[in-house]
T-cell receptor, first 114, second 107 residues
């Protein structure tokens, strides 16, 4: 039973560029949430996808967008990259929309913006 | 907006000593979850508390949820080197994480 997988593992981009990160949820899970974790900080909620729709969003600008596919996998897109976007991007999957379900986190994608 | 604060930020203990981290929310939480993140790793779910005043134990770990459902604590008895990592509490529908408490254990 595969857990949550993310790709790529590491990514280096230049300021102003665009990036797409990918996530496959744990088998049986239908909800995907994305988090940004800066060094030494806790994960910050970006948004959550369920039934191919963005259901909740954290305090992130419109440069951050996402998508969920019929197979429940998801993408996170960030446009016009800023140096401050450098962070570990974590995908977490769960079952159902309720916030009371445990989140299974993937290994993350380390994004460096130069 | 909702905020979740954790103290202390860092805790260094000798192996065998006890450890406690505290979590406080600015608003009442429907539930609280605890995660552990090892250095270089990703958060791993430990437990969820739902009821006011709830206490749950996992071997040497004891988790409490406050009566007002605005605070929580994690206590580790007789720490071991395998306990090293950062412990996060998280609550709310959007799963707001605290800043975490980084635990280091000296053998």
């Amino acid at each position: 039973d595969a857990g949550v997988t993310q790709s790529p593992t590491h990514l280096i981009k230049t300021r102003g560029q665009q990036v797409t990160l990918r996530c496959s949820p744990k088998s049986g899970h239908d909800t995907v949430s994305w988090y940004q974790q800066a060094l030494g900080q806790g994960p910050q909620f970006i948004f959550q996808y369920y039934e191919e729709e963005e259901r909740q969003r954290g305090n992130f600008p419109d440069r951050f967008s996402g998508h969920q596919f019929p197979n429940y996998s998801s993408e996170l897109n960030v446009n016009a990259l800023l140096l401050g976007d450098s962070a570990l991007y974590l995908c977490a999957s769960s079952f159902g929309l309720e916030g009371s379900y445990e989140q299974y986190f993937g290994p993350g994608t380390r994004l460096t913006v130069t | 907006g909702q905020q979740v604060m954790q103290i202390p930020q860092y805790q260094h203990v000798q192996e065998g000593e006890d450890f406690t981290t505290y979590c406080n929310s600015s608003t009442t939480l429907s539930n609280i979850q605890w995660y552990k993140q090892r250095p270089g790793g990703h958060p791993v779910f430990l437990i969820q508390l739902v009821k006011s005043g709830e206490v749950k134990k996992q071997k040497r770990l004891t988790f409490q949820f406050g009566e007002a459902k605005k605070n929580s604590s994690l206590h580790i008895t007789a720490t071991q080197t395998t306990d090293v990592g950062t412990y996060f509490c998280a609550g709310g529908g959007k799963l707001i994480f605290g800043q975490g408490t980084e635990l280091s254990v000296k053998p």
